[in-house]
Antibody, heavy 116, light 106 residues
Framework: QVQLVQSGAEVKKPGSSVKVSCKAS????????ISWVRQAPGQGLEWMGR????????NYAQKFQGRVTITADKSTSTAYMELSSLRSEDTAVYYC?????????WGQGTMVTVSS | DIQMTQSPSSLSASVGDRVTITCRAS??????LNWYQQKPGKAPKLLIY???SLQSGVPSRFSGSGSGTDFTLTISSLQPEDFATYYC????????FGQGTRLEIK
């Protein structure tokens, strides 16, 4: 049974960067796509981008182009999402999810707070 | 990007009621439509994929229908654990979600 376990909560200053990890256990990590979705407090879900670990290819929502980098380390079955130039509006819970044209398995979420 | 519009935004219902939530896409998305349930403080849970396929382990009181631009999620007989927020999501092109429908107890 595939499980996705994310890194812990972060508090960051405006203008800095944050890197969230998502470690997969069970299944074959390289064979599926991992997407990142975020949710600001009291708001809806927003897709940020995805990576296909076996190919190392990532693509991003236009809103986040140039500010987000999604990578994967096949040796540790871990995907990463790095968001730079943080601002208060980036305060949100960040989720990773297995993406098989539907998000069938989710990480537990990582709260990122951006505050001076 | 394709815009997904859910209606209603919120809904009050009672245990045992039949409930329908609608999702409309700004252009045709064939059957590339998924539904999720989210409870406070939890990650979303996949209910329905490809517009009408029930995800493994999801109770059969949940069903989905539609294709093209108009889709529905139906809960045939509400149970106490069904009170949550529901989201539609299209995977036809750059992924977008509906704004959510909050289902509350009447």
């Amino acid at each position: 049974q595939v499980q996705l376990v994310q890194s812990g909560a972060e508090v960051k200053k405006p203008g800095s960067s944050v890197k969230v990890s998502c470690k997969a256990s069970g299944g074959t990590f390289s064979s599926y796509t991992i997407s990142w979705v975020r949710q600001a407090p009291g708001q809806g879900l927003e897709w940020m981008g995805r990576i296909i670990p076996i190919l190392g290819i990532a693509n991003y929502a236009q809103k986040f182009q140039g500010r987000v980098t999604i990578t994967a380390d096949k040796s540790t079955s871990t995907a990463y999402m790095e968001l730079s130039s943080l601002r208060s509006e980036d305060t949100a819970v960040y989720y990773c999810a297995r993406d098989q044209d539907a998000f069938d398995i989710w990480g537990q979420g990582t709260m990122v707070t951006v505050s001076s | 990007d394709i815009q997904m519009t859910q209606s209603p935004s919120s809904l009050s219902a009672s245990v045992g009621d039949r409930v329908t939530i609608t999702c409309r896409a700004s252009q045709s998305i064939s059957s590339y439509l998924n539904w999720y349930q989210q409870k406070p403080g939890k990650a979303p849970k996949l209910l329905i994929y490809a517009a009408s396929s029930l995800q493994s382990g999801v109770p059969s009181r949940f069903s989905g229908s539609g294709s093209g631009t108009d889709f529905t999620l139906t809960i045939s007989s509400l149970q106490p654990e069904d009170f949550a927020t529901y989201y539609c999501q299209q995977s036809y092109s750059t992924i977008t979600f509906g704004q959510g429908t909050r289902l509350e107890i009447k």
